[in-house]
Each structure stands twice: as C-alpha cells, then as structure tokens.
C-alpha cells in the first residue's frame, strides 16, 4: 500500500531527475562555454609558463656546469704554470660561491614549500598538555606508594 509520504518521495526522486536532465541541456549555455574558454586560456597559460620554468632551470645548469668546468681548466693551467697560491684562491673561491648557492637553493625551497598557515586555526602544541605535570621528578613514583 502507498503512503502519502512515499508518492511525496518518488516526485521528489523525479524532480531531481529532470534537474538533472535539465542541467545537461543548458550545458552549452554562453556562461559554460565562458567557463570552459576560460580554463583553457588559464591551461595553455599554465604549461607556457611550466615549459619556460623547466628551460631556465636548464640553462642556469648548463651555464652552472660550464663555468666550474672552466674554473678547473683554469686552475689546472695556473698550477701547470707554478702559480699554485693564485690557483688554490681560485678554487676554494669557487668552491665556497657553490657552497653560497646550493645554501641559498636549499633554503628556498624550504621556504617556498611550506603551506601556509590555515587562518582562524591556533598552534595548540604547546596547550595540549597544560593541566598535566610533565616533570618526572615531581611526579609521584609507583614505588613510593
């Protein structure tokens, strides 16, 4: 036997369905073609900004393995010559300028990397344990007892 309350549910399920089949319809409205114009725009966008990311991060390596390939030539040749002071300067001045930039790279990452801080949300490590003692000496020994 049907309810009232079921008739009511099965138009309420057909409804929906037209919804739907309306939504699918008006698919192709100017506001979606918009939309999807839009994401396209922002996907080509994206991957030209991507390919020109990538080709710069490949050439400051080639230039970066170039010049320390020509730095050793160098200092090969001042030592060949007897000028072994001026040779190591210039190595180890080279090698603290890598050391400056893979410092500098690293914390870059490190910062850029981070996700930003939710907002209306605390730190609550350092209340977590606010009623609790945590000093072991304070704290009462099952032994004593």
């Known amino acids: 036997m049907l309810s009232w309350h079921n008739l009511n549910k099965n138009k309420m399920r057909e409804n929906r369905h037209d919804n739907y089949r309306d939504r699918d319809r008006d698919s192709h409205s100017p506001a979606n073609e918009l939309v999807k114009k839009e994401q396209d725009y922002r996907h080509k966008w994206q991957d030209k900004f991507l390919k020109s990311h990538t ?3 490949r050439l400051g390596q080639i230039f970066g393995l ?3 390939l020509a730095v050793l030539c160098i200092t090969y040749k001042l030592i060949q010559n007897g000028e072994k002071s001026l040779a190591l300067k210039l190595f180890f001045g080279n090698l603290a300028l890598i050391a400056f930039a893979i ?3 690293a ?3 490190k910062v850029l990397s981070k996700k930003p801080a939710r ?7 350092r209340f977590n344990n606010k009623g609790r003692n945590n000093n072991r000496s304070e704290r009462p020994n099952n032994r004593d007892r």
Do not use: I, P
């Open 55 to 57: 080709f710069t991060f």
């Open 66 to 68: 170039v010049y320390n």
């Open 103 to 105: 410092l500098v790279t």
């Open 107 to 109: 914390v870059e990452r």
């Open 119 to 125: 907002k209306g949300r605390d730190n609550n490590k």
